[in-house]
Nanobody
Framework: QVQLVESGGGLVQAGGSLRLSCAASGRSFTNYPMGWFRQAPGKERDRVAAISRSGDSTVYAGSVKGRFSISRDNAKNTVYLQMNSLKPEDTAVYYC??????????????????WGQGTQVTVSS
């Protein structure tokens, strides 16, 4: 089992940047592909980005491609989401998640096994 704690959310103006962090503890961090998801009020939880165990492979939702970047530091048991050129429609609670087995690039939230508590990101226009 792995425990996940997100940090770095906040209020930012459109066009600004934020960097989210997700610290993992418990079982070996390198066992888990990781993903970032977001959920706005009244909407489903959607995957924003995912990264393979080694960090060599990444994938992004079309709405954030070119603006967001996922990375991981396996020595620090941490995964990051760098968010640039933020838009009001990026406003949501952001969650990191760990996937215990299966394809690393799975899209569905149901494919992930462990979740953080979430961090609020609000982008003002």
């Amino acid at each position: 089992q792995v425990q996940l704690v997100e940090s770095g959310g906040g209020l930012v103006q459109a066009g600004g940047s934020l960097r989210l962090s997700c610290a993992a503890s418990g079982r070996s961090f390198t066992n888990y592909p990781m993903g970032w998801f977001r959920q706005a009020p009244g909407k489903e939880r959607d995957r924003v980005a995912a990264i393979s165990r080694s960090g060599d492979s990444t994938v992004y939702a079309g709405s954030v491609k070119g603006r967001f970047s996922i990375s991981r530091d396996n020595a620090k048991n941490t995964v990051y989401l760098q968010m640039n050129s933020l838009k009001p429609e990026d406003t949501a609670v952001y969650y990191c998640a760990a996937k215990d087995g299966g394809a690393w690039s799975a899209t569905s939230a149901r494919s992930y096994d462990y979740w953080g508590q979430g961090t609020q990101v609000t982008v003002s226009s």
